[in-house]
């Protein structure tokens, strides 16, 4: 028997994180931050309720910071186990754990700061920079659909989820009274459509099964038209004279949306046009990202994987311009040219986004655009929502600016693709259990499967519960 919790991603989207104890190991599967408003992120900070130094190993499914950025906590606080990942996981979990330390840093040096005039004692940030540092060696990478024997009672297997390059389902099987059990993680599911990655791989059944339900119950249109519709935006917002501001994470969706609208142009046979629009990739991170992108080519769909080995390598445009120094990115707000700045943080919760939005927001002839998941308690959700006066570094701030939303750009599985991975499986099912969405959707998916399935334990995954397998 293996017992489970979740120690996040339960009724939200963040924070992932479930710990396993059984066939002789205490382990984790991924060990995300929280993030979201103050309140989702004040739960990184809670004790943790179980030993660092007692977790054997963890198994990491992808590399963002909602399913890795507590292992530099779980390392401070005495884990020293193996990480196991994909390869290219190891590579981006590198540079997103290190930027995320420096975050970390930078955020506490302020709050402190707030502190002293309070005449508080100051207080640790959550890890830093060389906690991140000191968890990298324990990153052990390892290729998908290849069985790791942990143990004589345990194995595990990688197979693609088709979310972010590297990122993974893992199915993992142990010895009970001489029986093979298992259970598998999906993961984040990519959507299928991603414009560089494969679609989810479909791993061998499992009796348990853990379900992501971030798009449950809805359906991605607009997948044909996405580039188009972007390519438009930009258009109708330079011939304005305005900027087009993207947030968007600096890892895989700036890398996907850059490749998918130069292939638009291609199609169209317009890249002069393309090279004519100016776009800055404002984020240090991005650099590096891209850099790890070019290098595991052979992770991609095998036509994109050929074009990133070519003369033609899509990420070597003239008109994109990466910007890693913080002056070259403040110099940005102050040329009046337009361009089309893309910079993190994806939902505008922190990052160099929220120095554009002060500067660009209030101008009417700017565009801010849309084009990943915001989640309930952010600023970019409140903006796409609709809200017209914000504060920002203090400064109250009046939202003239375009909004729009681009769909279809989704790194997450919508009904259609959560189907797909889920149908061959459901046969075999004696556990389903639902995570990693907002409750409301969390709830609604699992009342539909449990029509589909009548002879499976559907379970929306609660944090204050203990499950056995
Ligand atoms: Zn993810």
Redesign the pocket.
């Known amino acids: 028997m293996v017992k489970i919790r979740f120690l996040g991603a339960a009724g939200q989207v963040t924070g992932s994180g479930c710990l396993l104890e059984g066939a002789g190991h205490k382990f984790l599967v991924d060990f995300g931050q929280f993030q979201g408003d103050e309140i989702i992120v004040r739960q990184n900070y809670q004790p943790l309720d179980f030993k660092a130094s007692e977790i054997d190993f963890v198994i990491l499914t ?1 590399a ?1 910071i ?2 890795s950025g507590r292992l530099p906590l779980l390392y401070k606080q005495g884990f020293r186990g193996k990480i196991f990942c994909t390869y290219p996981t190891a590579a981006l979990a590198e540079i997103l754990m290190k930027d995320s330390g420096k975050i970390h840093e930078e955020e506490n040096e302020w709050e402190n700061r707030k502190r002293m005039r309070a005449g508080l004692d100051e207080v640790e940030p959550l890890y830093s920079f060389d906690d991140a540092e000191e968890t990298v060696p324990y990153l052990y990478p390892m290729p998908y659909r290849k069985k790791h024997q942990v143990s004589e009672a345990l194995t595990f297997e990688y197979f693609d989820a088709g ?2 390059l590297g ?1 993974s389902s893992v199915r993992i099987e142990w010895l009970e009274d001489g029986l093979l059990k298992s259970i598998l993680f999906s993961g ?1 599911l990519g959507s299928g459509n991603n414009p560089m990655l494969p679609a989810a791989d479909h791993p061998e059944p499992a009796q348990a099964v853990v379900i992501e339900s971030t798009y449950g119950l809805e359906y991605h249109h607009n997948t044909r038209r996405r580039a188009s519709q972007l390519a438009e935006i930009i258009e109708e917002t330079m011939e304005k004279g305005g900027t087009v501001l993207i947030p968007s994470f600096a890892v895989g969706r700036t890398q996907e949306i850059i490749f998918e609208l130069k292939a638009h142009y291609v199609s169209l046979d317009r890249l002069d046009d393309f090279y004519d629009i100016p776009i800055f990739v404002d984020s240090p991170l991005a650099i590096h990202a891209t850099g790890i992108y070019e290098k595991f080519a052979d992770y991609y769909r095998p036509e994109v994987a050929a074009k990133v080995k070519s003369p033609e390598n899509p990420f070597d445009a003239p008109n994109v311009t990466y910007v890693s120094e913080h002056e070259a990115s403040m110099a940005l707000d102050r040329s009046p040219k337009s361009k089309v700045i893309i910079s993190a943080s994806g939902m505008c919760e922190a990052g160099r986004i929220r120095h554009h939005l002060k500067h660009y927001l209030w101008k009417r002839e700017t565009t801010l655009v849309f084009i990943g998941f915001q989640a309930e308690g952010t600023l970019g959700r409140a903006l796409k929502d609709g809200l017209k006066d914000i504060h920002l570094f203090n400064d109250p701030i009046k939202v003239n600016a375009r909004i729009e939303f681009v769909e279809g750009y989704s ?1 997450h599985a919508d009904q259609a693709a959560l189907d797909n991975w889920l149908e061959p499986l459901e046969p075999h099912l004696s556990h389903l259990f639902i995570n990693h969405g907002e409750a409301p959707r969390s709830h609604a998916f699992a009342e539909e499967m449990e029509s589909r399935l009548p002879n499976t334990r559907v379970i929306v995954a609660d944090p204050k519960e203990f499950y056995e397998v």
């Open positions: 992808h963002h909602d399913h979310h972010l990122s984040d790194g």
